[in-house]
């Protein structure tokens, strides 16, 4: 059996958090053992991992101070593959595999790009230079889309196609049985249409575009309309004031993080993904594999690869309100096939994602 440990800092709930969620679920138990490692067992997802995955908590939420513990433990497991997931924890794994007696097979993933990421501390300016220094060390290094790979190679200064490319686990049988499930919220009996976005309240997620084109397109579409975002995040208190100066206290609905969001993609009449930048944005494909209409901003990056030339018309400019109300419209108007977008969406299977990672021993 394959000793395969995912590190992530915490199990709060991000994106990242739940591919490695995902990714530990689709692993052939027939072959892999697998094994969780991470900062803080907090958080959202604290509860949905499978109850035959080893949980290990360093418990060091900052990851400035993960190395010494992650060394220990790489000296003491000996696993066959460590998986890092995130710049601020791949960079603790590489420092403490320098110091290591028994270094496992490496691999960083990086679930953004580089170029586009903007740090909110001090400290996040020191990702791309350590970046640099260290990455070369890990035995691979994976990105989730195709042009966030190539995005790090020219940042990094990295080898051409020295970055591997494996896509995120999203899709699975599960998704259709709890889109199934009924919506509890009062939003479940909204006769009319609703929207949704799904993400972390954040500069990157850019959700304050997408209600400031809220604001000019529900005059147009005919009955009611409502737009809710799920997710949390430290903007919470700034869109919350959007709305209120927009006047949109009873057509906006900042709803929190929820556990089942594949009901609300279900529910939803279009789902709308307002980011600035991305690396493979897995809500996007949740909502795909649930038949719902999509808008999305052609962001660095992901969009563009994951739409491919079958709904690029479903693309449009980011940061721009005026465009995002004219695309949503236009996409209210024209609704894609639900089956062609689920078989679209099915490319980014667990099956697929697990078997490229157990490749990388």
């Known amino acids: 059996m394959k000793r395969i440990a995912n590190f992530i800092p915490a199990l709060s709930g991000g994106g990242a958090e739940r591919v490695v969620v995902n990714l530990l679920q689709a692993f052939d138990r027939n072959e892999v053992t697998p094994i969780l490692v991470t900062g803080s067992a907090t958080?959202?997802?604290?509860?949905?991992?499978?109850?035959?995955?080893?949980?290990?908590?360093?418990?060091?939420?900052?990851?400035?101070?993960?190395?010494?513990?992650?060394?220990?433990?790489?000296?003491?497991?000996?696993?066959?593959?460590?998986?890092?997931?995130?710049?601020h924890a791949n960079i603790a794994t590489l420092r403490a595999a320098k110091r290591t007696k028994h270094k496992p097979t490496l691999a960083v993933v990086e679930h953004m790009t580089m170029s586009a990421y903007r740090g909110q501390r001090w400290r996040d300016r020191l990702i791309k230079p350590l970046a640099k220094r260290l990455y070369p060390m890990?035995?691979?290094?994976?990105?989730?889309?195709?042009?966030?790979?190539?995005?790090?190679?020219?940042?990094?200064?990295?080898?051409?196609?020295?970055?591997?490319?494996?896509?995120?686990?999203?899709?699975?049988?599960?998704?259709?049985?709890?889109?199934?499930?009924?919506?509890?919220h009062s939003l479940n009996s909204f006769p009319g249409t609703l929207l949704l976005g799904v993400g972390r309240l954040s500069e990157q997620k850019d959700f304050s575009t997408l209600i400031q084109a809220?604001?000019?397109?529900?005059?147009?579409?005919?009955?009611?309309?409502?737009?809710a975002i799920l997710g949390t995040g430290e903007q919470h208190t700034r869109l919350t004031e959007l709305i209120r100066q927009l006047e949109l206290q009873s057509m906006v609905s900042l709803v929190g993080f929820q556990e089942n969001p594949y009901a609300w993609m279900k529910r939803a009449d279009l789902f709308v993904l307002s980011s600035r930048w991305e690396a493979l944005p897995t809500v996007l494909i949740e909502a795909m594999a649930c038949g719902t209409n999509i808008v999305?901003?052609?962001?660095?990056?992901?969009?563009?690869?994951?739409?491919?030339?079958?709904?690029?018309?479903?693309?449009?400019?980011?940061?721009?309100?005026?465009?995002?109300?004219?695309?949503?419209?236009?996409?209210?108007?024209?609704?894609?096939?639900?089956?062609?977008?689920?078989?679209?969406?099915?490319?980014?299977?667990?099956?697929?994602?697990?078997?490229?990672?157990?490749?990388l021993i």
């Open 43 to 87: 958080g959202p997802f604290a509860d949905k991992i499978a109850s035959d995955v080893e949980v290990i908590d360093l418990q060091t939420p900052r990851m400035r101070n993960a190395a010494g513990p992650l060394r220990d433990l790489m000296n003491q497991r000996r696993f066959d593959l460590f998986i890092s997931h995130l710049s």
């Open 214 to 227: 809220f604001a000019q397109l529900y005059p147009k579409i005919q009955g009611e309309v409502h737009l």
């Open 296 to 359: 999305s901003t052609d962001c660095p990056s992901g969009p563009r690869e994951i739409l491919a030339t079958e709904f690029l018309e479903h693309l449009t400019q980011v940061g721009d309100p005026d465009s995002l109300a004219e695309r949503i419209i236009q996409a209210l108007q024209h609704s894609p096939d639900k089956e062609a977008l689920q078989r679209s969406a099915n490319r980014f299977s667990y099956s697929q994602a697990a078997t490229a990672y157990t490749n």
């Open 138 to 184: 890990a035995d691979h290094i994976v990105c989730v889309s195709q042009a966030a790979a190539r995005d790090l190679e020219t940042v990094l200064a990295l080898p051409k196609d020295s970055v591997r490319t494996i896509y995120n686990p999203v899709v699975s049988p599960e998704i259709q049985s709890l889109g199934r499930a009924p919506l509890q």
